[in-house]
Nanobody, 124 residues
Framework: QVQLVESGGGLVQAGGSLRLSCAAS????????VGWFRQTPGKERDFVAAINWNADSTSYADYVKGRFTIYRDNAENTAYLQMSSLKPEDTAVYYC?????????????????WGQGTQVTVSS
């Protein structure tokens, strides 16, 4: 198993930036594909970004393309989500997830392991 802990959320003004971290422990992190998802109250958890095990492929939801960047440091067992040009509609709890696959995965059901989430609030 792998355990995931997100950090880096907070309150930011529209147009600002935040970097979320997803620290992994347990099995070698480099074996896992990673995804970021977000969720607002009463709604489903939505895909944000994904990165494959060796970081040579990434994918993004249309609503974050050009503003968010996913990357990882396998030596540090950490994945990141750099968020820029934040909008109030980006307000959500952000979750990282991991799955021991070699591809890119954009669906909640693709992932076996989840962090506890970190709150991001963007004020207008």
């Amino acid at each position: 198993q792998v355990q995931l802990v997100e950090s880096g959320g907070g309150l930011v003004q529209a147009g600002g930036s935040l970097r979320l971290s997803c620290a992994a422990s347990g099995r070698p992190f480099s074996s896992y594909a990673v995804g970021w998802f977000r969720q607002t109250p009463g709604k489903e958890r939505d895909f944000v970004a994904a990165i494959n095990w060796n970081a040579d492929s990434t994918s993004y939801a249309d609503y974050v393309k050009g503003r968010f960047t996913i990357y990882r440091d396998n030596a540090e067992n950490t994945a990141y989500l750099q968020m820029s040009s934040l909008k109030p509609e980006d307000t959500a709890v952000y979750y990282c997830a991991a799955w021991r696959g070699k591809g890119l995965y954009e669906n909640v059901w693709d992932y076996d392991y989840w962090g506890q989430g970190t709150q991001v609030t963007v004020s207008s």
